[in-house]
């Protein structure tokens, strides 16, 4: 589905460009951040003065989680400033809400939803 470790859109993150947003919630939608690609989850974080829309990942793994990020939820995302298919959007690293943790994507950048087939 393009979501891959290898994928022309996981390459569109900067694990060397990271930056940390905090505000509300106001969508949550699915997105299709490249031809080709799977549905996947984004949201748009509404800080004092702008919108930033920020993909989180597939769909098939965001929507399995535990817990669910809801418009008007405050977060705080960290991850890298990106355009994907010329599109800017923030690539998701790691998403707080409250004293829950989603984790993403590793250091180096790498999506979790693909870490289990990596050797170590």
């Known amino acids: 589905g393009g979501w891959g470790a290898d994928s022309p859109y996981n390459r569109c993150y900067d694990p060397t460009n990271i930056e940390t947003f905090s505000g509300e919630v106001t969508s949550v939608d699915t997105t299709v951040p490249m031809s080709g690609m799977s549905d996947g989850i984004s949201l748009l974080l509404t800080l004092e003065r702008m919108s930033v829309p920020v993909h989180?990942?597939?769909?098939?793994?965001?929507?399995?989680?535990?817990?669910?990020?809801?418009?008007?939820?405050?977060?705080?995302?960290?991850?890298?400033?990106?355009?994907?298919?010329?599109?800017?959007?923030?690539?998701?690293?790691?998403?707080?809400?409250?004293?829950?943790?989603l984790a993403l994507r590793d250091p180096a950048g790498v999506p979790v939803w693909t870490g289990w087939r990596r050797i170590r």
Do not use: C, N, Q, T
């Open 56 to 101: 989180l990942g597939p769909a098939w793994y965001i929507e399995h989680m535990d817990k669910r990020i809801d418009v008007g939820d405050w977060i705080e995302v960290k991850g890298s400033k990106a355009f994907a298919a010329g599109v800017p959007a923030l690539i998701a690293a790691e998403v707080r809400k409250g004293d829950s943790v």
